[in-house]
Each structure stands twice: as C-alpha cells, then as structure tokens.
C-alpha cells in the first residue's frame, strides 16, 4: 500500500497559487483513477483505490503547510505503512517552473510544509517529487511568489509539470524509485 500525499493550502483562495502544486498532482492523480478524495481523517482529505494492482491512499493534509507533517504521521501508524511507500508531492522554488525533479531522500530545503513531514515522520528517507515554481524576482517576496494567483500562462507550464509528477508516481508505483528518477529528472 502507498501513500500519496500532496502538499497545499486549503482555503480556497489559495486554490490557484504556486503553492498548491501538491494539491493540484493529487487532484489530477484522482482524476485519471478515479478515486474520490472526499472522505476526512486525520484533519485530512482522503480517498483510496488502486494503481494497478496496488493499493493507493490518496491524502490531501487540510492544516496549514506547516503541520502537513502530522496527518501523514497519523495516516503512517494507522495504516502500518513503512516509509519506503510514501510519497510527497510539494512546489519548489528552487526548480524552474514546471520542471520536477524526484528524489528518495533529502532535507526539506526551506520547504515549512516539507519540515514539518521530516519532523512527524523522524526521517527524511522517504519519496519526493517537486515540482517547479520558479524562484521570485526579489529574494524577499517568497510569501508573495507562493501565495499569489497564476496567470493563465504560466497556469499552461504548471500543469505540465502537474501532469510528469501524476505519471511519475505511477512509474514509481508499477516499476520503482529509480526507474521513475532515470525517466523524468
């Protein structure tokens, strides 16, 4: 059984804003399988079903970024899911945009959502996807750059690389880590 968490806000005015990648990949995920993320746990929304012939569990965190970490804590032990089957979907600003880059391990960088997961989860030895925001113009407008509206344009390269991480996952999940990392980093 895997884990797929994407990391977002949930009010909806974050709902179109660079900091929701997470949220997005999860949602076009659910999409293409058919699995309904509309039940609640763990101050989560959830739904699971499968990939191929293994099972998936869905979780969209409905915290604030910082205590994503706790509800994929909760899901974790509930679950008895070892750390080997989870994976985090988060925007990186560090990426360019709409490029995404998958690794089994590694820090949260300057990631608060991404702190919090390494924090809950006592490990960092677990797989990531980023996908690419773009760094902004001025260093010190980092909540501005996460947290504001998408333009239409740059909407149509964000949802590309919504799209590689959607089907990253599912190399990772039919054929492993490293196959997924040879193919789309």
């Not at 001025?138 to 149509?156: A, Q, T």
């Amino acid at each position: 059984m895997y884990l797929i968490v994407g990391l977002g806000n949930p009010e909806p005015e974050y709902s179109n804003t660079r900091h929701n990648m997470g949220f997005d990949t999860i949602n076009c995920l659910a999409t293409q399988t058919k699995i309904d993320i509309t039940r609640n746990k763990f101050n989560a929304l959830y739904g699971s079903g499968n990939i191929g012939e293994e099972k998936v569990i869905l979780v969209k965190p409905q915290t604030y970024m910082n205590l994503s970490g706790k509800a994929i804590r909760e899901f974790k032990n509930f679950y008895k899911i070892d750390l080997s089957k989870i994976i985090v979907i988060y925007d990186d600003i560090d990426l360019e945009t709409g490029k995404i880059r998958i690794r089994k391990k590694g820090s949260a960088g300057s990631h608060n959502g991404m702190k919090s997961v390494i924090q809950e989860l006592a490990s960092d030895e677990f797989t990531r996807i980023r996908v690419g925001i773009g760094s902004p113009e001025y260093k010190g407008d980092l909540i501005n750059h996460v947290l504001e509206p998408i333009s239409k344009k740059e909407r149509e390269i964000l949802d590309e690389g919504i799209f590689e991480a959607k089907s990253s996952i599912i190399e990772i999940i039919k054929n492993g880590v490293d196959s997924a990392m040879n193919k789309y980093n």
